[in-house]
Nanobody, 114 residues
Framework: VQLQASGGGLVQAGGSLRLSCVAS????????MGWYRQAPGNERELVAD???????NYADSVKGRFTISRENAKNTVYLQMDSLKPEDTAVYYCKQTSLYGDLWGQGTLVTVSS
């Protein structure tokens, strides 16, 4: 099982980006999928996650600006990021939690300029 994240880049404050994470394997539909981020000097933190049935959870810092969604037919989870702020700058990681445990994808860098 592998996770492949993409969609990071450089954007100005107030702009938008959409991250994607594609999973392989047959457990995707019943997996909790999460997006985490880690800024330089900081610990990795949860941004948002979504259960298999679609229940979502967001960090307070991104509520109302970010939206997590999933497309089970494509084994893909998305993170739509709007109204980006410089403090959103970080490496973003996706994580799959299934019956087999946790699996992390490689990170994708998001840089928000002021």
């Amino acid at each position: 099982v592998q996770l492949q994240a993409s969609g990071g880049g450089l954007v100005q404050a107030g702009g938008s980006l959409r991250l994607s994470c594609v999973a392989s394997g047959k457990q995707f539909r019943i997996s909790r999928m999460g997006w985490y981020r880690q800024a330089p000097g900081n610990e990795r933190e949860l941004v948002a996650d979504i259960t298999g049935p679609g229940r979502t959870n967001y960090a307070d810092s991104v509520k109302g600006r970010f939206t997590i969604s999933r497309e089970n037919a494509k084994n893909t989870v998305y993170l739509q990021m709007d109204s980006l702020k410089p403090e959103d700058t970080a490496v973003y990681y996706c994580k799959q939690t299934s019956l087999y445990g946790d699996l992390w994808g490689q990170g994708t860098l998001v840089t928000v300029s002021s």
